[in-house]
């Protein structure tokens, strides 16, 4: 079972609730949100590492964010994309799952820093396909086998899972050193509504990083509802399997319990949002009636590399 992240644009959010910042008594003080305002335009070094059991490797890339030629907002590039370690053919059970991390299409962005879409996503397939496969008659074949609309969709979804853990989650927050935020928020999934719990941590600045501070979110889908929408998923995905295999045992299936948890670790500048270590978890838990219970997590770290004397301008 896969399910993406549950970062605030994954789902459509229908109603917003819960409580502003946890606070002492008294009027709160005056907090500046934290803004995007990477240089334009700039180049930062990435080093991301996966550690889960579809895929363990390393890889390096740039991203660069320049203007958009054509109206308003930008566009993060990358570029330069090298598996540094294993050899990721022979360590992951899920060639997907490892195509899907080493596609990086261009991410479009508003001057505000939110996801607003992707572009030359077929490129950026091709060079995934290119660092994967050294053997350039085999290359087409792994491209054909996941250029599919459902591919497409998991590349949108990795997209926006790993911009809210960079920057789009704390953009226009305003939360002062050690307050935090809970709010729930109503979902709309294909197979029912959700509600998604959802905390954020200021946890201050970060000793030895000067000008840096540690900000953490949690979310959390579980209960009743979250075990229906994914019962009825996988009810879904058992109905294509009986079509190829009539006694395929997943009919009789009872799922009793299901949920996915979200924690994301963010070192960044706060009057910026440039980050400098981002590390994620996802971790996803099931149960079926008279199976052994099933865990599933996902680790992904990511380590930026700006340059030292990065020229800042703030977009406008």
Sequence with gaps: MYLRSSGFPL?????????????????????????????????????ER??????????????????RKAGTGFELHFENLQQVEPDGRKDTADTKALVATFTKPTLVLSATGALTGLDEVDPAL?????????????RESLR????TPLFQTLLRDRAEDTWNAWVQTWSGVALAPGQERTQTVRIRHPNGPLEQRSTLHHRGAVAGTPGAVRL?????????????VI???????CNTALVRNPSDPCAAEVLESASNMTTVELVTEPDTLR??????????AFTVKGQPPVLRRETRTFDFEWPRKAKRTTPR
């Design 11 to 47: 789902l459509i959010a229908l109603a917003l609730s819960g409580g502003g910042p946890a606070l002492s008594a008294g009027a709160p003080p005056a907090v500046t949100p934290f803004k995007f305002a990477w240089p334009v335009p700039s180049r930062v070094g990435i080093t």
């Design 50 to 67: 996966v550690v889960s059991e579809r895929e363990t490797v390393t890889l390096k890339y740039d991203a660069v964010l320049t203007a």
């Design 126 to 138: 091709g060079r995934a396909v290119t660092v994967l496969e050294p053997a350039p008659e085999a």
């Design 144 to 147: 054909s086998r996941w250029d």
């Design 216 to 228: 953490e979110w949690e979310t959390a889908l579980d209960g009743a509802s979250y075990r229906q």
């Design 231 to 237: 019962a009825r998923s996988r009810e879904l995905r």
């Design 275 to 284: 980050p400098r270590s981002v590390r994620t978890e996802r971790t996803e």
